[in-house]
């Protein structure tokens, strides 16, 4: 949490320090919305802020800009490319959603401007994730081609954040050799790249394209990186299928994943489809642990009275 916590005034980090230390570190998101309550999640449930309080913290115009101008350096214009994503990934691999007004231009977004939300997702690398899969993905001391399934929050990034760490090390139990691994990293989710440098451990063997379009960014490994296996998070465009289905051919081994909540959820899915039909991947893992969140420390009514107060 350390570099999470430089991104947040003294306010907002004096309201967290009333969670107990074992919430704390399963902190997963921090929302901060202006004129709204401080709510922290962990995989399982929603905390507001102050900790057992009855009286709800809320963030003000200054925690925002406080946030705001420590992701930006104080100029905004710096932060024209990721204002187009909505997201920022600080070091650590820690990625700061963004909402707002969005400026539109051409029927594009061009930026968000008035950013009134922020959304701190704490990134954890969880060595071992992927160990409880491996018989699932290998077969014969090398890697399957692999889908993995999903609804948000179960894990899928941090299983092929994981894979990729085994892959590129290699792994004894399981008689698995190191492998050339290549990363399309689309949303700065799997390594969490600042400045072109992951900030998760990997090993050595591992290439990243961090902020590359999935498709064009498999093409591009393939052409010039020759790895052995391609990671990449999230398929589900028809150009991803078609790039999938060309390092298949290359010989490549594909990991990849997609959102859904089982496999008959995707599969007749038309951007897809071809996937299936070529039967492209060797092993599904489906991942099924979501659970819904649970709010602790509701608001009490009276917190409508004072936020229409603060919005005068």
Not at 51 to 56: E, G, Q, W
Not at 272 to 285: N, R, Y
Request: hydrophobic residues 40%; aromatic residues 6%.
């Amino acid at each position: 949490m350390e570099q999470v916590f430089k991104v947040l005034p003294n306010s907002i980090k004096t309201q967290l320090k009333t969670l107990p230390i074992s919430i704390l570190k399963a902190v997963e998101e921090i929302r901060i919305r202006v004129f709204r309550p401080l709510e922290v999640l962990t995989s399982d449930e929603a905390y507001i802020l102050p900790y057992k309080s009855k009286a709800p913290y809320i963030v003000t115009e200054e925690d925002g800009a406080f946030v705001l101008g420590f992701l930006s350096g104080h100029s905004v214009y710096r932060l024209e490319e990721e204002l187009k994503r909505g997201y920022i990934t600080i070091s650590g691999g820690h990625r700061v959603g963004l909402a707002g007004r969005v400026v539109t231009e051409g029927g594009f977004v061009k930026g968000i401007r008035d950013i009134g939300s922020f959304n701190i997702r704490v990134a954890k690398q969880t060595k071992g994730a992927a160990l409880p899969y491996l018989p699932k993905m290998t077969k014969a001391n090398r890697w399957l081609h692999t889908l993995i399934v999903g609804p948000p929050k179960t894990g899928k990034t941090t299983l092929l954040r994981d894979v990729a760490r085994i892959a590129s090390i290699g792994d004894s139990t399981h008689h698995l050799p190191p492998q050339t691994v290549g990363i399309v990293d689309e949303r700065s989710e799997i390594a969490g790249c600042v400045m072109g440098v992951p900030q998760h451990e990997f090993g050595t063997r591992v290439d990243i394209l961090d902020r590359c379009p999935k498709a064009e960014g498999m093409m591009m490994l393939i052409r010039s990186m020759s790895p052995d296996l391609i990671i990449v998070d999230e398929i589900g465009r028809e150009e991803d299928t078609d790039a999938i289905m060309e390092a298949i051919h290359s010989g490549v081994t594909v990991i990849a994943s997609v959102h859904g909540h089982s496999l008959e959820d995707v599969r007749w899915r038309p951007t897809l489809k071809t996937l299936f039909d070529q039967k492209a991947f060797d092993s599904v893992v489906e991942l099924n642990g979501f659970t819904r969140r649970k709010t602790s420390s509701p608001p009490p009514k009276p917190i409508e009275q004072e936020l229409k107060v603060r919005l005068k």
